[in-house]
C-alpha cells in the first residue's frame, strides 16, 4: 500500500478525533501570510527586555531558540533571576518572589489557525461572542484591536509580577500591576508602549508600518506575534515528508507511528496534523511549585481548566499540547514534573500509580531559597483529589514499543524551526542586553 493512502487509513481508523476531518485538512496546515518587515521588527521586541517592568526579561527568556522555544526548566525564574534555562539564579539584589507557577510552553506552529486556545488552561481563546473575538481573563476590561489570539496572548506574560511585571512597587510597571490598573489610561500596558515609542528606531520602524499615529499596545503585540509565527512554523519535519508522500520513515518510527495511532492510543488526544486535539484532559500530572492561585491565597494545588471554565468537571485538566519538536522541549506536564520522554510515557501508561510513585528528584528547578516546591505531593488529600480526576485508563506497552515511540516522536521535529529563520538580534533598539 502507498505511504500516503496507509497513512490515511491509519488515521481514520485509529484516531477518531482527526477521522472527522478530511486527510486534505490535515494536510495542509494553515499560516496566515506575514510581512517582512513586520517579522523583522517583531523579532527585536521579543528579544528586548524594555517590555518588562524592570527591563531585565525579554520573551526570549523564558521561550529561546537554545533551549527550543521553552527554557529547559520545570519552573522557571522571571522577574529577580539571572542567566538562560538550567544555568538561571536568583539575584540577590532582586531576589524573586515566586517560581512562576507553570512550566514555559514551546511556541512552534502558533501561527497556524488551528492555534486558537493559549496558556495551559486555556484561559485566553478565540470566542466569537466576545469583543475582539478573544475571551480573556480581563473581561471586560480587555484592550480591542489585537490582529489575533495569538497577539493577544504573546503580550498577557508583561501583566505577571513573576514573570515580566516585576515585584511590589519595584518600578512604574509593577506598581501599576498592583493596582489593578492594566489596560485602562496610565496602565501597564499604556506604560509599555509609551516606552517603545519613545525610542526613535522603534517609533520610526511603525510609523513605516502604520503612519504617524501613535504607537499602541496591540501594535506591538500584533508584530510579535507576527514573528514567532514565523520564525517558529515547524511543518517540515520526517513525518511531514512521509505524510506528502516523498520520504519513508525508519522501520523503528513506524512501528512507533503504528503504536501511537493504534495500541498506545496516544492519538486520542494528540490528533491532528500537530499531534493535539486542543483540548483539555486530567491525566493527574505531578503537582509541583506554587501552584495557579491569587496573591491573598495561601494553597498551592492547580486546578487546570476549572480555574477558568468554575465547572467541577474540569478540575485537574490542562491543554494538550502539540508534540512537534517535543524530543527537545523537556521537562513536560503543565508544572514541567517530568524531565525525559520515557517517563512522561510511561506516567500515560498509569496516571495514578505513577502520580503516587512520583521521583521528584527529576525536578528541574533553579535554587530558590524559601520555595515551597513538595507541598502538594506530600498533601494526601489534594493528592487523592488529582487521582480522581484522572480518566486515562491504564494500558500495557514493552520497554521496545516505549523506545518505538520516542523513535516516532523523533520524526516530529523540524531541524529549521529548532534554528529559527531569524535567529538572535545582534542588538535591540533600547540597547539593553541581549540573551544568549
Given at each position: 500500500m502507498p505511504r500516503g493512502a496507509y497513512f490515511v487509513m491509519l488515521m481514520v481508523l485509529m484516531a477518531p478525533a482527526v477521522g472527522a476531518q478530511s486527510f486534505g485538512e490535515m494536510e495542509r496546515a494553515q499560516f496566515p501570510a506575514v510581512d517582512e518587515a513586520r517579522v523583522k521588527l517583531g523579532q527585536l521586541l521579543f528579544y528586548d527586555p524594555i517590555l518588562s517592568g524592570s527591563k531585565t526579561v525579554s520573551c526570549a527568556t523564558c521561550h529561546h531558540p537554545n533551549l527550543a522555544t521553552a527554557d529547559g526548566v520545570s519552573l522557571s525564574?522571571?522577574?529577580?533571576?539571572?542567566?538562560?534555562?538550567?544555568?538561571?539564579?536568583?539575584?540577590?539584589?532582586?531576589?524573586?518572589?515566586?517560581?512562576?507557577?507553570?512550566?514555559?510552553?514551546?511556541?512552534?506552529?502558533?501561527?497556524?489557525?488551528?492555534?486558537?486556545?493559549?496558556?495551559?488552561?486555556?484561559?485566553?481563546?478565540?470566542?466569537?461572542?466576545?469583543?475582539?473575538?478573544?475571551?480573556?481573563?480581563?473581561?471586560?476590561?480587555?484592550?480591542?484591536?489585537?490582529?489575533?489570539?495569538?497577539?493577544?496572548?504573546?503580550?498577557?506574560?508583561?501583566?505577571?509580577?513573576?514573570?515580566?511585571?516585576?515585584?511590589?512597587?519595584?518600578?512604574?510597571?509593577?506598581?501599576?500591576?498592583?493596582?489593578?490598573?492594566?489596560?485602562?489610561?496610565?496602565?501597564?500596558?499604556?506604560?509599555?508602549?509609551?516606552?517603545?515609542?519613545?525610542?526613535?528606531?522603534?517609533?520610526?520602524?511603525?510609523?513605516?508600518?502604520?503612519?504617524?499615529?501613535?504607537?499602541?499596545?496591540?501594535?506591538?503585540?500584533?508584530?510579535?506575534?507576527?514573528?514567532?509565527?514565523?520564525?517558529?512554523?515547524?511543518?517540515?519535519?520526517?513525518?511531514?515528508?512521509?505524510?506528502?508522500?516523498?520520504?519513508?520513515?525508519?522501520?523503528?518510527?513506524?512501528?512507533?507511528?503504528?503504536?501511537?495511532?493504534?495500541?498506545?492510543?496516544?492519538?486520542?488526544?494528540?490528533?491532528?496534523?500537530?499531534?493535539?486535539?486542543?483540548?483539555?484532559?486530567?491525566?493527574?500530572?505531578?503537582?509541583?511549585?506554587?501552584?495557579k492561585k491569587s496573591r491573598f491565597e495561601d494553597h498551592f494545588r492547580d486546578e487546570g481548566r476549572a480555574l477558568v471554565t468554575g465547572r467541577s468537571e474540569d478540575a485537574y485538566k490542562f491543554r494538550t499540547p502539540s508534540l512537534r519538536n517535543v524530543t527537545q522541549t523537556a521537562p513536560y506536564g503543565h508544572s514541567g514534573a517530568y524531565s525525559s520522554l520515557d517517563a512522561v510515557i510511561r506516567h500515560h501508561l498509569d496516571p495514578v500509580a505513577s502520580l503516587n510513585a512520583f521521583d521528584k528528584t527529576q525536578v528541574i528547578l533553579p535554587d530558590l531559597e524559601g520555595a515551597e516546591d513538595w507541598e502538594v505531593l506530600e498533601d494526601p488529600a489534594e493528592m487523592a483529589r488529582i487521582a480522581a480526576a484522572n480518566t486515562l485508563a491504564p494500558r500495557v506497552l514493552s520497554d521496545d514499543e516505549i523506545s518505538d515511540l520516542i523513535a516516532f516522536l523523533g520524526a516530529l521535529t523540524d531541524p529549521v524551526s529548532l534554528e529559527g529563520r531569524l535567529g538572535i538580534p545582534a542588538s535591540v533598539p533600547s540597547g539593553l542586553p541581549v540573551e544568549r
Open positions: 525564574l522571571g522577574d529577580g533571576g539571572v542567566g538562560l534555562g538550567p544555568e538561571r539564579r536568583a539575584d540577590a539584589d532582586n531576589y524573586p518572589e515566586e517560581r512562576i507557577p507553570r512550566n514555559s510552553p514551546a511556541l512552534f506552529n502558533l501561527g497556524a489557525t488551528e492555534f486558537t486556545r493559549f496558556f495551559h488552561d486555556g484561559r485566553l481563546e478565540a470566542d466569537p461572542d466576545r469583543p475582539n473575538g478573544i475571551r480573556t481573563p480581563l473581561g471586560e476590561d480587555m484592550a480591542l484591536g489585537f490582529a489575533s489570539v495569538l497577539s493577544a496572548q504573546a503580550m498577557f506574560p508583561v501583566l505577571s509580577p513573576d514573570e515580566m511585571a516585576g515585584h511590589y512597587s519595584e518600578t512604574d510597571v509593577s506598581k501599576v500591576v498592583r493596582l489593578g490598573r492594566l489596560t485602562h489610561d496610565g496602565g501597564a500596558w499604556g506604560i509599555i508602549s509609551d516606552r517603545v515609542a519613545g525610542i526613535p528606531a522603534y517609533a520610526d520602524a511603525f510609523a513605516a508600518l502604520n503612519g504617524a499615529r501613535p504607537v499602541t499596545f496591540t501594535d506591538i503585540s500584533d508584530v510579535i506575534a507576527d514573528f514567532i509565527a514565523f520564525e517558529w512554523r515547524a511543518d517540515g519535519s520526517p513525518f511531514d515528508q512521509f505524510v506528502a508522500g516523498e520520504t519513508g520513515l525508519t522501520s523503528q518510527q513506524t512501528a512507533g507511528l503504528e503504536l501511537f495511532y493504534g495500541k498506545a492510543a496516544c492519538a486520542d488526544c494528540h490528533s491532528g496534523r500537530f499531534q493535539t486535539d486542543h483540548d483539555f484532559h486530567a491525566i493527574a500530572m505531578p503537582q509541583i511549585g506554587p501552584g
